[in-house]
């Protein structure tokens, strides 16, 4: 039998993690996020707020529901607010040595029975059990960017994780409205293994000069309908992210067909990481992206 979860903490209040929170207290979970700095968590819940307030004005939530969803979000910057809750899920950055560092400073304050997930998108999920106290109780709960629109989480389990916390993050899941899928503990799962590639392939023709930025994105968004070009999504994942999600791949699986493009990796060293940055496959710095080559 899992267990009812009804409290749900988070680590790092970024864009995943603040989404997450987001979610959460909308399916009437009472949650708490963490982060090393109070203006990360203030400038989270001002997204939330922003994010929240927009979906009153669209129709898919009424002012009462707003009010309520807010009440149950609290932030800090001491992880001890973890200790009564049932799930904690880190949405740090995607860097192992990080996520192992957060799980040593957690693991100590969490109740003995309290989930631990992570929500990365393409390590392993048995090697960071590994780093924590209860890998029979951990896995990983991978949502998809921007977490309030996508309908998507992809289940996947450590070789040590056991049936009742697979269930109870099955129910998690559910809870939110969304849909679960589950996927085997193989680098990048299913989402990001075939989603990356693909991305690479449309850096690999600009590098090869087959077409321009403009050219690539029409070509996609027209020619197999997706909603949004390769080279536009991979500014709006960041493309430091697009990065270590191919070197994971290419690293996990050791085949040349991952191997990150040169353009890729000169963009992340010029610090041109897309959006967030300002700069990548597209300038952000004008009132209207435009390509940069």
Known sequence: MSAVLKSIGIVGAGQMGCGIAHVSAAAGY???IYDLNQERIESGLATIHGNLARQVANGKMTEEERKATLALISGSTDLNDFAPMDLVVEAATEDETV????YTLVCPVLKPDAILATNTS?????????????PERFMGIHFMNPVPVMKLVELVRGIATDEPT????KAYVASLDKTATVAEDFPAFIVNRI??????????????GVGSVDAIDTAMRLGANHPMGPLQLADFIGLDTCLSIMQVLHDGLADSKYRPCPLLVKYVEAGWLGRKS???FY????EVPVPTR
Not at 195 to 208: D, H, Q
Not at 283 to 286: E, I, P, S, V
Request: aromatic share 8%.
């Open 195 to 208: 989603l990356l590639p693909m991305i690479n392939e449309a850096i690999y023709t600009l590098y090869e």
């Open 283 to 286: 300038d952000y710095r004008g």
């Open 122 to 134: 393409s390590l392993s999920i048995t090697r960071l059990a590994a780093a924590t106290d209860r």
């Open 278 to 280: 300002g700069r990548g």
């Open 30 to 32: 009472k949650v708490h």
């Open 99 to 102: 996520k192992k560092k957060i």
């Open 166 to 169: 697979f269930e109870a993050a």
